[in-house]
């Protein structure tokens, strides 16, 4: 299987030193996913701030990217997103 590595970026990055072994960039980009709202709940001083989680394979190529700042999107007055 796989390793991936889930750095957090903004202009520079904060690099995950050991990653993960996934089953498949599906698996590797859901685990960002998660990993990214954990921090919107955890680490609210991240929002709005350009951060995200890039999702790299172990030869260095981007998989996925995770924002932390969410997209909304308001439709006759209510938010989705």
Known sequence: ?????FDLVDSRTVADQGG?????????SEVADRLAE???SVRPELRGKGYAILVTNDEGEEV???????LRIVLNGKAHG
């Open 1 to 5: 299987m796989p390793r991936y590595h």
């Open 20 to 28: 993960r072994v996934l089953a498949d960039d599906i698996m590797a």
């Open 38 to 40: 954990e921090l919107r």
């Open 64 to 70: 996925h990217r995770a924002q932390l700042d969410k």
